[in-house]
């Protein structure tokens, strides 16, 4: 009889009668009856569940990594260490991070506070904080109603990058795909499914059962339509290696479908800038430490945020099935509101994206009600080509918000190739987004407004390009 | 200052330590409700019907359930609330918002209750629903009379004003968005005894309603808080309906049983902040003073009375804000509708009623082009006879300019200012703005009757101390206050403090923690407590040092000495020496807030204690493009008195702050036209986030600021800063005209100030 197996403060859980599919979340409080972990919304959006994963496939060898522990399904958890709020402390000494949150006033309810404590305590264990965004992304996922979050800002910056000592250290390379045969593993009639490799994928999808790719699984948790307690069988992507990872070419990029967010963005912060400024404003630092490149563009979503900016590099999507792989336009992939090319027992394996040329220029926006943590009213991502005679070539924008897809704006590029990249031209190309789109109004946005905001967009683009001289970089 | 006392001394919050590491336990998770059933309540699903029929035998007989409860299973009152009893805990013949609970099931596991709520039938004959202020008043759909405060003949006064300004405003509805969502445990105990735990600010009220549910005497319930992970106002009444399902249900299956709402159902069943829709007209003179103010305003109060009397009281009480006003008419009245029952919510009206004085300014400076922080500096209360609030209060010696001075000082205005300008006039697509917000705010509740506190202390024979007190902490540092009092007041070490959970057993008869006033009453009650032990423990420690027994002594430093400091013994020796010489070492303590008194008929008396006062200056980023903002510099000056823990109160005050700017600009509740919430949760409703926080704040408080007859000098803080966000308002609308430069023009900026409704308000002044 299998079981899910897996560290637990450093301590060893097994479990072998629990449905695969219900979140952490609810094992730690509802199972194990430890409450250190709060509820706050079980969707992902308020960071009090917040807890921390050891992630042993990261480039640079095995992270530390906060993700939303009511967007982590229980079978994930296999294999892997985990840490929650009640690891840190050792008897009464409290770890650095407990330690400036004490000291800062960083709690007053407290109840958002074993998830800031986890957040930061990625933050301690990171070595990247070469700018002052990342320590703002890092908090973006964690809401708080009491604080006004100075005190929580000033403990984050005291502890970033600290390296305190671990002593969950020498577990901190088990994973998903540690060694081993994939793992099986059924519970309450729903099974769960973790191949090792891409061959033995085939077999678990061409059963009969109701069966489910697991990406990060931050959609498919909450999916109302096909709740994950109502599927038959999950097959989680998490174990397959050559899923994951940035390759850059010198002249196209390959991009891992089970590349989790987080290593995108920093993949793609030198080479890709455009998808690394999408990547800021992408949910919060645990949704990119959980969501992947696969799942944002099979989830299909009218403002996924990687769609515009892969629309515009000109990107496609290689396909994997038993029957070997194909590859097809990005612009031919989103086939309908939350449809896609996909077949049947076909997933998406990598993304290809061409590098920018260097007469190629490009950025890319996203408009939300809140600045962090908000899905767009309205996203937008442009390429243009500079021709010999500093007339525009080439010109590939897309948007996210105004249609039922992610999609290009044939009449904008239209109005723009051709013609010299000034405002004049930017703004007969704002006009024409009337003919491009019919936006829908929703709690998001008016209609209206996301008409105004996709023709600003266009205005501020150009002045961004009439900044820098109408010169590629 | 003594040198060893706490008072005055910043401190981590109490629980600090237990918050870090998961160890604070919230009524979710307390040992008692390990074994409990739970409890899931289905809504009604439509705003308003008729109940036909309701089907529940398939749901009951449902694997895991125990029992499903109707309005009918209700086993005393079936209608309870804070003022009038006229919430159904179910609703039985009619339905009367969308979420109203409407049966209760309860089970081994949530998924249990939720496969059988699956399986119910409800059948309700649909009826037309009042869904909006306006509906309710064309509808004539209110509660009670008009609440009216006037004085002189506003109308001749308008007449003969230099300048008239009229407006009409709406303030959003807020949701409080506490991290903790409504929860409460019900444990049946021998002999007919109750012991409930509850996440509520009103722990009495708990004990009354379940008492009044159940239909037994109230000595049968005892209601424990343990904590609360936020309430805002959101848990002062409305915790108790919770409450009162868990007793139900645990009434009939005679086991505990336990409800925690998941966000969707708090945030579809209980009330937010009172949306109010204001008219007014302003009268100003050529020097820009306000001559009349006249203003009818209406809240909507939800399906239910709640609280809103008094919600409504408190906004008119704050349509003056820190102006005199030397003639005017303020009409408020409560809408009647079919959605939600709106609640208490930090500053309780007092946020809906100033903005409605601060648009008349912002109108009035925009339309005459003058600086609008001139205009409110020149029209704050001074001398008599600017003295008189409008319900002819006396304001002593209000802070306001200095406040106003000390603070530009601070913040750098006039520099920034011209700063400010230059980079406007460079800058085609992103302007700036510096607007100066102060707040005054009135402290006490304005009913009377709820200006009392009581606590109870236990000294043990090793000199260590418990408190108990009626208040609740729901992370605003009342527990550690109030720690910090005991310390003071016997002159021991913060440690040797235990400030236990909030019980109905140990303080009856409570009201409940809210109006800012939980340390001002508690802490007067735990002073009278102490001074009692005090008085005890003198005559025993003078015995022991071979003094007279009624010489003055000093409790000081863990020891009790002679004021001439020759001797002293250890506190815990004389807590010893007094168990052997038989005398209590426990007492209880009491306090009624003196003075208060308010004629509702008449629109007239004093229904404040003291005043608490600030100000804000704010600057903002606009961006004309897609209409985003950004904080840029806030600096605050706080007048909390003699801080009794002024980490605390900053805590306060940079929360408070964050929650308003919250309210006025990103929290935008939906409502579906047939009555529905449709932002149920954190994807769609927007609280700020750690990104919106300003970029720089300074707080400062105010100093030699001391209150003469509160504890320790101290005044409240946890609402006025609230308002202080709404500087934010008048900085954005200033940045809006900024990208014109036209002057002497009103802005139009629909609230909340979204990035929808400032590229609104820029498009529309564009033409
Ligand atoms: C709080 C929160 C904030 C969010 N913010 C954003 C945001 O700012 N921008 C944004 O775009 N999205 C956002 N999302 C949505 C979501 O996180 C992203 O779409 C994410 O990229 C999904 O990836 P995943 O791996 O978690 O997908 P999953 O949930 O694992 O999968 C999503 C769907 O795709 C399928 N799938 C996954 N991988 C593959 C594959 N390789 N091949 C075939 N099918 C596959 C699954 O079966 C499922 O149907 C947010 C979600 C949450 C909960
Ligand atoms: S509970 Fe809110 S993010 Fe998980
Ligand atoms: S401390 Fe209360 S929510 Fe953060």
């Known amino acids: ?473 | 200052m003594r040198p060893t006392t706490p008072l005055h001394r910043p401190h981590p919050h109490e629980s600090a330590r237990l918050h870090v590491t998961g160890g604070a336990l919230y009524v979710d998770e307390l040992p008692e409700a390990r074994n409990a059933r739970i409890g899931l309540i289905v809504p009604a699903g439509v705003a308003h019907g008729r109940v036909v029929r309701i089907e529940r035998s398939r749901a009951e007989s449902a694997p895991g359930i125990d029992a499903v409860l109707l309005a009918s299973d209700i086993p005393g009152e079936a209608l309870i609330g804070p003022i009038a009893h006229d919430e159904p805990v179910l609703a039985g013949d009619e339905v009367r918002y969308a979420g109203q609970p409407i049966a209760l099931i309860v089970g081994e596991s949530l998924e249990a209750c939720r496969d059988a709520a699956g399986l119910m039938r409800f059948e309700i004959e649909e009826l037309p629903a009042t869904l909006s202020i306006a509906a309710a008043i064309a509808e004539e759909s209110f509660f009670g009379d008009p609440h009216i405060i006037r004085r002189g003949d506003v109308e001749a006064a308008l007449e003969s004003a230099q300048t008239r300004v009229e407006g009409e405003l709406s303030t959003p509805a807020q949701d409080h968005f506490y991290l903790e969502t409504q929860a409460a445990l019900a444990l049946p105990l021998e002999a007919g005894g109750w012991q409930i735990f509850s996440s509520s600010q009103n722990p009495t009220e708990v004990q009354q309603l379940v008492a009044r549910t159940l239909g037994v005497g109230r000595h049968r319930v005892v209601c424990d808080v343990p904590r609360m992970g936020g309430a805002f106002g959101g848990k002062e009444s409305q915790g108790a309906l919770f409450a009162c399902l868990a007793a139900i249900g645990a009434a009939r299956i005679g086991r505990p049983v336990k409800l925690r709402l998941t966000r969707r159902e708090d945030m579809a069943m209980t009330g937010p902040r009172h949306p109010f829709w204001s008219t007014y007209e302003a009268g100003f003179d050529r020097d820009g003073l306000i001559q009349a103010f006249k203003v009818a305003t209406y809240a909507d109060g939800g399906f239910s009375l709640d609280l809103s009397p008094a919600i409504l009281s408190r906004a008119l009480f704050h349509l003056d804000n820190s102006y005199y006003i030397p003639t005017l008419r303020f009409e408020g009245r409560i809408c009647r509708t079919h959605k939600p029952s709106t609640t208490a919510f930090r500053g309780f009206g007092g946020p809906q009623g100033m903005a409605v004085i601060e648009d008349a300014i912002n109108r009035f400076a925009e339309r005459t082009g003058r600086d609008p922080t001139s205009v409110r500096v020149r029209n704050f209360y001074g001398e008599a006879p600017r003295d008189r609030a409008p319900y002819h209060q006396r304001i002593p010696e209000p802070r306001l300019s200095r406040i106003h001075s000390e603070l530009s000082a601070d913040a750098e205005v006039e520099s920034r200012a011209s700063e400010i300008a230059v980079f406007n006039a460079g800058s085609l697509h992103v302007k700036r703005a510096l607007a100066f917000q102060p707040v005054k705010f009135g402290i006490a509740f304005t009913n009377r009757i709820l200006n009392q506190a009581g606590a109870l202390v236990h000294v043990y024979r090793d000199g260590t101390v418990q408190v108990n007190h009626g208040g609740t902490e729901m992370g605003q540092g009342l527990h550690t206050k109030m720690q910090v009092v005991c310390a003071d007041e016997l002159g021991i070490p913060l440690d040797n403090v235990r400030v236990m959970r909030t019980s109905t057993g140990k303080v009856p008869n409570t009201t409940p923690t809210a109006a800012s006033s939980g340390s001002d009453l508690n802490g007067q009650a735990i002073a009278d407590a102490c001074a009692k032990l005090r008085a005890r423990l003198g005559p025993v420690a003078a015995g022991m040092m071979g003094r007279a027994c009624d010489e003055d002594l000093c409790f000081e430093g863990d020891r009790i000495a002679t004021t001439d400091a020759e001797r002293s013994v250890p506190f815990h020796e004389v807590a010893m020496q007094a168990w052997l010489e038989r005398v209590s070492l426990s007492a209880t303590g009491y306090y009624a807030t003196p003075g208060i008194s308010y004629d509702i008929e008449a629109g007239r008396g004093c229904p404040f204690f003291y005043f608490a006062y600030g100000g804000a200056f704010v600057e903002v980023a606009l961006d004309g493009r897609t209409g985003r903002h950004r904080l840029l510099r806030v600096d605050i000056l706080h007048d909390v008195g003699n801080s009794l823990v002024p980490s605390i109160d900053r805590g306060q005050i940079e929360g408070g702050f964050l929650q308003g700017v919250g309210w006025l600009t990103c929290e935008e509740r939906i409502e579906s036209p047939d009555g529905r919430v449709v932002t149920l949760g954190p994807s769609t409703y927007k609280i700020p986030a750690a990104g919106d926080a300003p970029r720089e704040l300074r707080i400062r408080l105010l100093d030699r600021a001391g209150e003469s007859r509160t504890i320790g000098g101290s005044k409240a803080v946890g609402e006025p800063p609230f308002m202080l966000a709404l500087g934010v308002v008048t900085a954005l609308r200033q940045a809006v005209a900024a990208f014109d430069g036209r002057t002497a023009s009103e802005v139009e900026l629909r609230l909340p100030a979204t990035p929808e409704s400032l590229l609104r308000a820029i498009e529309t002044r564009a033409g």
Request: with cysteine; net charge negative.
């Open chain 1, 1 to 473: 009889m299998s079981c899910i197996r897996f560290h637990l403060n450093g301590k060893t859980v097994e479990e072998s009668r629990a449905r695969p599919s219900i979140t952490l979340l609810d094992y730690l409080r509802v199972h194990l009856g430890l409450y250190g972990t709060k509820e706050g919304c079980a969707e992902g959006d308020c960071g009090a569940c917040t807890v921390v994963i050891g992630d042993p496939g990261a480039p640079g060898g095995p992270v530390y990594r906060a993700v939303n522990s009511c967007l982590l399904l229980l079978g994930e958890a296999h294999g892997r260490h985990v840490i929650t709020v009640e690891g840190l402390a050792e008897g009464e000494v409290l770890h650095p991070v407990q330690e400036a949150l004490v000291r800062h006033g960083g709690s007053q309810c407290g109840y958002c506070t074993p998830g800031v404590v986890m957040s930061l305590f990625e933050a301690a264990h990171r070595a990247d904080f070469d700018r002052p965004w990342k320590l703002a992304d890092q908090i973006s996922g964690n809401l708080c109603r009491c604080t006004g979050y100075g005190p929580i800002r000033d403990a984050a910056k005291e502890v970033a990058g600290c390296q305190p000592p671990d002593r969950y250290a020498v577990l901190l390379s088990d994973g998903p795909a540690g060694p081993g045969e994939s793992f099986r593993y059924t519970g309450e009639g729903q099974e769960f499914v973790r191949p090792r490799r891409l061959e033995d994928l085939w077999d678990a999808l061409d059963s009969d059962a109701r069966c489910a790719v697991a990406g990060g699984t931050t959609d498919l948790v909450l999916d109302a339509k096909q709740p994950a307690r109502t599927i038959g069988r999950l097959v989680s992507l998490s174990g397959i290696e050559e899923l994951r990872g940035v390759e850059k070419g010198e002249r196209r990029w390959s991009i891992g479908a089970m590349t989790p967010l987080a290593e995108l963005e920093e993949a793609a912060e030198e080479g890709l800038p455009m998808l690394a400024s999408m990547l800021r404003y992408f949910g919060s630092r645990q949704i990119k430490n959980l969501g992947t490149v696969g799942g944002n563009l099979c989830t299909a979503s009218p403002v996924g945020d990687l769609a515009p900016c892969f629309l515009a590099l000109g990107a496609s999507v290689i396909l994997a099935s038993r029957g070997g792989r194909r590859e097809i336009s990005i612009d031919r992939f989103f086939t309908g509101y939350r449809e896609t090319a996909l077949q049947p027992r076909e997933i998406v394996a990598s993304v290809a994206v061409p590098v920018p040329r260097e007469n190629e220029i490009g950025a890319a926006f996203k408009v939300c009600k809140r600045r962090e943590l908000d899905i767009a009213t309205v996203s937008a991502a442009f390429l243009i080509e500079l021709g010999n005679e500093g007339k525009i070539s080439g010109a590939r924008i897309a948007f996210g918000g105004m249609a039922a897809t992610p999609s290009r704006a044939p009449s904008v590029e239209a109005t723009l190739l051709g013609s010299e990249p000034s405002s004049a031209s930017f703004a007969a190309a704002a006009a024409a987004i009337d003919s491009d789109f019919e936006p829908i109004g929703d709690h998001r946005g008016s209609a209206s407004y996301r008409g105004a905001l996709a023709r600003n967009l266009v205005l501020e683009f150009g002045d961004s390009i009439e900044m820098r001289g109408g010169e590629a970089k």
